[in-house]
């Protein structure tokens, strides 16, 4: 960081060059945007030597810290997770354009004819922890919507968010799209978290992906709208009318295909009326290494299962630890979820479609499930390509924030010399 500037400054700086780049990335055509991401898929490719060593350097550090295996999963890059991060960059431009789209047409009575079409929301800010993954993922999203885009990621990962940050960057100048569409905060120092969080003047939304404590920052310092992403205490409620192989099969996937995602289910509730089958789960998750933690009941089912606490239903884990909760019936079920629930991911599993549709409709969260893993909380599982984060408000973005949540829409109105009394 320049040592003769303030954090606020150095925003400034980044902040003025983002709205100017966004004003040109928004002029440019499908085509254009659309080859510089796969000239980054490309560059990914070829650097991931350097990447992987990148990425060591960030775990060799993440240890002597003392992360949890959570996050040092969140963290890795490998052969494989490179590959998927430079098939994204593939995938999102091979989306169709979301810019120009006519999202309503009408005309008046006095001949005026008036289309909604879809525009970039113009510059993002994303503040994120841990996957240098989300590098990739935010700037591709932002560059195909024609938002230029303004990068935090977390200490943890700043060499490979860095290496990551260096192909994009030189895809969009071999593209001659402008440098500044796509721009990393200098360093990771905190006060530069606080004067993009200030830069309202030039920033038109921020985008957190962490844990709860950087959500909560966020959401109380921001003077910049934000689409909120709470933590993902996520529920699956077993009905009495599900197949329990398939509810066995679908709770472990849910809980331990990878427990450090914010997609990964917390706590199970299971109607009283299927309480016998969860000895045959718990044979399953312990086997596998999970510890359980439940209420009186959920002990009384099986003694493998230790005692939950009240904190326990209001806990992400993200970790091998699965709470368990007998209820009496769905409305117990929906109830339990209202409480405790973060609004991100909930799930039925049921062969009963009245109790699904009751289920779907009455849980109020952003993403609600039938008969699926919770880990399917994902953009890219949406088809979205990829995504910058999972919002969990109320308001625009509402989910897997896309190409499409990264858009806003403007009025255009033709006339014909029309005048107004």
């Given amino acids: 960081m320049n040592a003769t500037a303030s954090p606020d400054e150095i925003l400034d700086r980044l902040g003025g060059a983002a709205r100017a780049a966004a004003g040109e990335l928004a002029g440019t055509d499908r085509a254009t945007r659309d080859r510089a991401l796969q000239l980054a898929a490309e560059y990914v490719r070829d650097e991931r030597a350097a990447l992987l060593q990148a990425n060591a350097r960030d775990l060799d550090a993440a240890r002597e810290r003392g992360l949890a295996g959570a996050m040092l999963d969140?963290?890795?890059?490998?052969?494989?997770?490179?590959?998927?991060?430079?098939?994204?960059?593939?995938?999102?431009?091979?989306?169709?354009?979301?810019?120009?789209?006519?999202?309503?047409?009408?005309?008046?009575?006095?001949?005026?004819?008036?289309?909604?079409?879809?525009?970039?929301?113009?510059?993002?800010?994303?503040?994120?922890?841990?996957?240098?993954?989300?590098?990739?993922?935010?700037?591709?999203?932002?560059?195909?919507?024609?938002?230029?885009?303004?990068?935090?990621?977390?200490?943890?990962?700043?060499?490979?968010?860095?290496?990551?940050?260096?192909?994009?960057?030189?895809?969009?100048?071999?593209?001659?799209?402008?440098?500044?569409?796509?721009?990393?905060?200098?360093?990771?120092?905190?006060?530069?978290?606080?004067?993009?969080?200030?830069?309202?003047?030039?920033?038109?939304?921020?985008v957190p992906r962490g844990g709860k404590?950087?959500?909560?920052?966020?959401?109380?310092?921001?003077?910049?709208?934000?689409?909120?992403?709470?933590?993902?205490?996520?529920?699956?409620?077993?009905?009495?009318?599900?197949?329990?192989?398939?509810?066995?099969?679908?709770?472990?996937?849910?809980?331990?295909?990878?427990?450090?995602i914010c997609g990964a289910l917390e706590t199970l509730l299971i109607d009283s009326a299927a309480v016998d089958e969860l000895p045959k789960l718990v044979d399953v998750l312990t086997g596998r290494g999970c510890e359980l933690r439940g209420g009186e009941r959920a002990r009384a089912a099986d003694a493998r299962i230790g005692e939950a606490t009240e904190t326990d239903w209001d806990t992400e884990y993200l970790a091998p630890i699965l709470a368990i909760a007998v209820v009496d019936g769905i409305d117990q079920a929906i109830a339990h979820i209202a409480r405790h629930g973060s609004g991100h991911t909930d799930g039925i599993l049921a062969e009963d479609p009245d109790a699904a549709d009751r289920f779907l409709a009455r849980v109020d969260s952003a993403i609600v499930m039938h008969n699926a893993s919770t880990q399917f909380a994902d953009g890219g599982e949406f088809g979205f390509g990829a995504e910058i984060g999972i919002a969990t408000g109320r308001l625009h973005a509402r989910g897997p924030v896309g190409l499409e949540q990264l858009t806003t829409f403007k009025y255009l109105v033709r006339g014909s010399g029309q005048t107004r009394a």
């Fill in 213 to 260: 404590r950087l959500v909560d920052r966020v959401q109380n310092d921001a003077r910049v709208p934000v689409f909120a992403h709470l933590d993902g205490n996520n529920h699956l409620y077993w009905h009495d009318s599900a197949d329990p192989a398939m509810a066995i099969d679908v709770i472990a996937n849910a809980k331990l295909r990878r427990p450090g």
């Fill in 74 to 206: 969140r963290l890795q890059l490998d052969e494989a997770r490179i590959e998927g991060i430079a098939a994204g960059l593939e995938a999102v431009a091979a989306l169709p354009d979301p810019l120009g789209r006519e999202l309503a047409r009408w005309s008046r009575p006095n001949g005026l004819d008036i289309a909604r079409v879809a525009v970039p929301i113009g510059v993002v800010g994303v503040i994120y922890e841990s996957r240098p993954n989300v590098t990739a993922d935010a700037a591709a999203l932002c560059v195909k919507s024609g938002n230029a885009v303004i990068l935090r990621g977390g200490s943890e990962a700043v060499h490979s968010n860095r290496a990551l940050y260096h192909a994009l960057a030189e895809a969009l100048e071999v593209s001659d799209l402008p440098a500044a569409a796509v721009q990393m905060i200098p360093d990771q120092d905190h006060a530069l978290v606080g004067a993009l969080l200030r830069a309202h003047a030039h920033v038109d939304v921020i």
